[in-house]
């Protein structure tokens, strides 16, 4: 096992022809993709990974420097194509790991035959002219939440983030992997994915982008899969479900888990 496979806690499983890896989004780790996998094995070699920082890495191996910004996620992940001698996938990036993903595509198009943008944003903070969702007194409360008491935090994040109540199993199981990250490395990858501003790189992602997104989502709005839409370099196509939440794979599986099938086996017709 390469290096960067075991700081990433690589799996990989099925053995089909094509390559799908599954990009997990802040709060989360790769468990999150548990009621998709099964419908992929049969068909797919499905690569599965822990983002760094995520509450299954080892904290050691996290530099706050090098994660200030979503590029050093984006070589993170070209490293590991590199370890496993991926030439070619169809990447599927939840939240962040959707801008990481679109990251890494502009240096190694190639190396991406799509990307699947599921509950993704290239800014959360409004602007003029652009609704992300977030005025900068909201990040300042949410970053000094999780600084006093991070449990507290998680304990009112999870519901919120998932749209559901603290008893559903989906809310528990965010909660659970919210509460595994160790607390300034969570608050250091919150700060730099939402004061990220990735609008400029847009048109520069030519690899087709498949933008699947939530009707209710308190992180993203809805007029930012628009946006993506508008903005991306290459073509695109935006399909918006009948699901709340920032993680409908796991609040609404029956409902995305088709959707995001979908657009894994159906290529943009140009």
Known sequence: ?????EAQNVKIIGDGQQTVVLGHGFGTDQSVWKHLIPHLV???KVVLYDNMGAGTT???YFDFERYRSLEGFAYDLLAMFEELR???CVFVGHSVSAMIGAIASITRPALFHKIIMLSSSPRYLNDEDYFGGFEEEDLEQLFEAMQSNYKAWCSGFAPLAVGGDMDSAA???????????RPDIALSVAQTIFQADMRSILPLVTVPCHIIQSMKDMAVPVVVSEYLHRNLGGLSIVEVMQSDGHLPQLSSPDVVI???LRHIRYDIAA
């Open 42 to 44: 049969e068909d797919y």
């Open 258 to 260: 088709p959707v995001i």
């Open 86 to 88: 991926i030439d070619s």
């Open 171 to 181: 809310v528990q199981e965010f909660s659970r992997t919210l509460f595994n990250m």
């Open 1 to 5: 096992m390469g290096i960067v496979e």
């Open 58 to 60: 080892n904290p050691d």
